[in-house]
């Protein structure tokens, strides 16, 4: 008789146990940036709510901005790094193809052999990384999971790029997931429209700039394209991240989507007819948009700022090149 396979089954419920973060230490206000796009401060604030950004010296990667946000994650949830059975990075801008971030941040931070590796899922990243430790968790593939958004996205910048330059960030976000005696990670509601697979790209491939095609690739988009799909198809993702999970707008405590632009984030608490009391995410402000790391250190600014958010529900929705998006609500650590 064959024997039966055995296949594994975690803990039921899963959660956020803690959030660290690390931003770039420069802080690159409007003015720096306006003359090679001739672009304003007052364009810049008035169409994406960006004061100033936080940027990376040359010598800091995104491996050394995960590392801080990750043992900062580690330290605040009460684990011992060999605890952590999985390490998950959401990154585009790692310039090495391979070996990955993760293994190296695995290492730095004590993981052990913990499973590790890399997600390109661009400013969904996050959201996929969240959903995938999720799964880890409850089929009782690892304990706990750190999951980590991080960029350096300043290497990827054509200074006189009008369509994104002045957008862009850098810093890393991460969270600890492990089990929990309640539900605290909704369904994920992951997905792709590769039909638009070019509105947000690079200007070329290494490939390329070894045969003399293209200079150094260069991150740029369609802004308005782009702008039109998050505001109304993104919405509509949200919402049904909302209804997945039983709850209704009024249930939540906070509202942390990809920090892409403000007036997106506007338009969508508009949409999602957000009541007052809820809390909104508006690291883009000082951060800028930094890609996988947003949602994650927009979420750590929130509870700084608002501590007594702790145990409430956050929606957060991550979206961008591919196009990719993916959204959960969370209970807030
Ligand atoms: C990029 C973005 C800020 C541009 O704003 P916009 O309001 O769509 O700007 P438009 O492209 O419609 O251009 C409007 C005007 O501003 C001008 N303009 C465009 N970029 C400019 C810049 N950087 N500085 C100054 N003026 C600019 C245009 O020339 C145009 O001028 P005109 O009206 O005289 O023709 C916006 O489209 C956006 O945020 N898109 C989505 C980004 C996103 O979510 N990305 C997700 C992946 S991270």
């Not at 796009?37 to 169409?47: L, P, T």
């Not at 090495?96 to 993760?102: A, D, E, G, L, N």
């Not at 862009?168 to 992951?190: E, Q, R, W, Y």
Request: proline fraction near 4%; charged fraction near 20%; hydrophobic fraction near 45%.
């Amino acid at each position: 008789m064959s024997p039966t396979l055995q296949q594994s089954h975690g803990p039921q419920f899963t959660r956020i146990y803690a959030l660290g973060a690390a931003r770039g230490e420069l802080v690159v206000g409007n003015d720096e940036l306006i003359e090679a796009i001739d672009s304003s401060d007052e364009w810049i604030r008035k169409r994406t709510g960006i004061i100033e950004r936080r940027r990376a010296p040359k010598e800091v990667t995104a491996v050394d901005l995960a590392t801080i946000a990750g043992a900062e994650a580690i330290t605040k949830a009460g684990i011992s790094p060999d605890q952590i059975g999985a390490v998950i990075v959401a990154t585009i801008s790692n310039p090495v193809v391979t070996p990955s971030i993760s293994t190296l941040v695995a290492e730095n931070l004590g993981a052990g052999t913990a499973a590790a590796y890399d997600i390109e899922a661009a400013c969904a990243g996050y959201a996929y990384g969240i959903a995938q430790a999720d799964s880890l968790i409850r089929t009782g593939v690892a304990e706990y999971v750190l999951v980590i958004g991080a960029e350096k996205l300043s290497d990827f910048v054509d200074p006189t790029d009008r369509s994104i330059s002045f957008l862009l960030g850098d810093g890393a976000g991460a969270a600890v997931v492990g089990p929990s005696d309640f539900a605290g990670i909704s369904k994920s509601i992951l997905g792709s429209d590769g039909s638009k697979w070019g509105t947000i790209k690079m200007s070329g491939t290494a490939v390329g700039m070894r045969d003399g095609e293209n200079a150094w690739p260069t991150l740029s988009q369609e802004g308005q394209t782009v702008y039109r799909w998050a505001v109304w198809e993104m919405a509509k993702v949200a919402q049904q991240a909302l209804d997945e999970a039983g709850i209704t707008a009024a249930d939540l405590t906070a509202f942390i989507p990809h920090q892409a632009n403000m007036r997106i984030v506007d338009e969508f608490a508009k949409v999602l007819k957000l009541p007052e009391s809820v809390l909104i995410g508006r690291d883009i402000a000082t951060t800028g948009n930094t890609s996988a790391a947003s949602i994650p250190l927009a979420t750590h600014r929130l509870l700084e700022e608002h501590p007594e958010a702790s145990g409430g529900f956050s929606l957060q929705i991550g979206f961008g090149a591919g196009l990719v998006f993916g959204a959960q609500v969370i209970v807030l650590p």
